[in-house]
C-alpha cells in the first residue's frame, strides 16, 4: 500500500489504483500527491490550496478538456457545513443531483444553484473526488463519492448546460474550510 506525503501530511491507508482511492479510510488533511494521482493521460489543470480560511475554493480559469476529474481534500470546516459545487461560476438553478450514504435512501436535489456530493453539515476532514463528462453540446454528467470522518456518499448528478464546457471549477461551503484545503483539477482529452 503506497504511503503519500503533503506538506507534512501523512496518509498511511489510502490504496490508489490510476488515481482513485479505492477505500474510504482517508487519514489525511489536504493530503493529495499530484504525483501518485497524474499518469500520462491526466495533466494537472488547477492545484489550489487555501493558505488562509475561506468558504470558497475556486481554480480560477483553465483550458477544458473533455474527462474533468476534481480531487478536493479538507482538513476540516470551521462550523458544521455542507460542500457544494459550482462550474463556471454559474449560481443559477442548473445543477441536479443524487447522492446516498452508505446504501441510505437517496437526498435528491433538482434545479439547484450547486452541485450538492453529500447530505451532511458535519465539521470533519473530508475527501471529495468526482468525474465529469466535459462535452460542451451535452449536459455535464458527473459520478464521484465524498468520504468524511463517520462515511461516505455516493453521489451522480449534471450540470444542465449544453453550450459550454467546464473551464473553472468552486468548491463552496456556508463555513470557512480550513488553512490548507486542497483542491485538484485534472484533466484529459
Do not use: H
Not at 8 to 36: F, Q, R
Not at 142 to 158: D, K, M, P, V
Not at 168 to 181: D, E, H, K, M, P
Request: include cysteine.
Amino acid at each position: 500500500m503506497p504511503v503519500i506525503t503533503q506538506g507534512g501530511s501523512l496518509v498511511t491507508s489510502a490504496n490508489i489504483v490510476n488515481g482513485t482511492i479505492v477505500n474510504e479510510d482517508i487519514n489525511a488533511s489536504a493530503a493529495i500527491d499530484v504525483s501518485k494521482l497524474n499518469n500520462a493521460a491526466y495533466a494537472v489543470l488547477a492545484d489550489v490550496t487555501l493558505s488562509g480560511a475561506g468558504n470558497t475554493i475556486d481554480s480560477s480559469t483553465f483550458t477544458a478538456k473533455r474527462l474533468i476529474k476534481v480531487l478536493l481534500s479538507i482538513p476540516s470546516i470551521a462550523i458544521a457545513s455542507t460542500v457544494t459545487f459550482r462550474f463556471n461560476a454559474d449560481s443559477g438553478a442548473n445543477y441536479d443531483t443524487s447522492c446516498t450514504n452508505d446504501g441510505a435512501a437517496a437526498f435528491t436535489g433538482t434545479a439547484q444553484s450547486v452541485i450538492s456530493p453529500e447530505n451532511v453539515n458535519s465539521t470533519s476532514r473530508r475527501f471529495i473526488e468526482f468525474e465529469v463528462i466535459n462535452d460542451a453540446a451535452l449536459q455535464k454528467m458527473l459520478f464521484g463519492r465524498s468520504y468524511y470522518s463517520n462515511g461516505q456518499y455516493i453521489f451522480c448528478g449534471s450540470w444542465n448546460n449544453t453550450a459550454d464546457q467546464i473551464t473553472r471549477v468552486q468548491a463552496i461551503s456556508a463555513q470557512n474550510f480550513a488553512t490548507g484545503s486542497r483542491m485538484v483539477v485534472l484533466g484529459m482529452n
